[in-house]
């Protein structure tokens, strides 16, 4: 198994409240990505990232922020949450970028419940 | 329009029966791969079989094969001889190697739910 670690597993927040998850992997892998799983609509790419300090926007980016300040920590921040933030939250993480046979392994994903 | 479009949201079969998952796709790229993946009840997302937009042969991974049809933009699931511990949500999913200009990662169906019957 990919060594992709998320935390926490399982949050509550209250909205208007930040949060931030995060997605630790040690498997050196320069790409890594946040996907949010929402009944209906498979997973969205929310952001991504391709180097240390490197990120960009993805299908579903409003309202959050990402980070990555070490090859091996992606975090994602949700700066005022509101109840649409609501879901389960995947990081992924793939070695290549310029292959698309490049399979992306995912993390075990984040329930995150705004009230 | 939708780049992954998977058409049945569930499907119950009965134990030991051959499973297809249908699975068609929108792209212009000319280099784009085609993943499946499962999701048990327990919530991670289990790689199983991958096709490349030109590979010759159909993909194959034990139990599972995937039906690439180019012309069609096709790229079906075939499960054999199902098992009870195939219920599962199935997602196909799409990697377009020059993301057509837009953002990189994976491109995702909604998913079939699949139930297998003893």
């Known amino acids: 198994d990919a060594g992709i670690t998320q935390s926490p597993r399982h949050k509550v927040t209250e909205t208007g409240t930040p949060v931030t998850l995060r997605c630790h992997q040690t498997?050196?892998?320069?790409?890594m990505y946040w996907y949010r799983q929402d009944p209906g609509h498979g997973l969205r790419l929310i952001h991504y990232?391709?180097?240390?300090?490197?990120?960009d926007k993805g299908e579903v980016s409003d309202g959050y922020s990402v980070s990555r300040s070490k090859t091996e920590d992606f975090l994602l921040t949700l700066e005022s949450a509101t109840s649409s933030q609501t879901s389960v939250y995947f990081c992924?993480?793939?070695?290549?970028?310029?292959?698309?046979?490049?399979?992306?392994?995912f993390g075990q994903g984040t329930r995150l419940t705004v009230v | 329009a939708q780049k992954i479009t998977q058409t049945q949201p569930g499907m119950f079969v009965q134990e030991k029966e051959a499973v297809t998952l249908d699975c068609t796709y929108d792209?212009?790229?000319?280099?784009?791969?085609l993943f499946w993946y499962k999701q048990p009840s327990s919530g991670e997302m289990i790689f199983l079989i991958y096709?490349?937009?030109?590979?010759?042969q159909n993909a194959t991974e034990g139990r599972y094969s995937l039906n690439f049809q180019k012309a069609r933009k096709s790229a079906n699931l075939v499960i054999s001889a199902s098992q009870l511990g195939d219920s599962a949500m199935y997602f196909c999913?799409?990697?377009?190697?020059?993301?057509?200009?837009?953002?990189?990662?994976?491109?995702f169906g909604k998913g079939t739910h699949l139930i297998i019957q003893p």
């Open positions: 992924a993480i793939s070695a290549r970028r310029d292959r698309a046979n490049t399979e992306a392994f």
């Open positions: 792209t212009s790229d000319p280099s784009y791969g």
């Open positions: 999913a799409m990697r377009e190697e020059y993301s057509g200009g837009g953002a990189d990662g994976l491109t």
């Open positions: 990232s391709y180097g240390v300090k490197d990120t």
């Open positions: 096709q490349g937009s030109y590979d010759q």
């Open positions: 498997e050196n892998h320069r790409y």
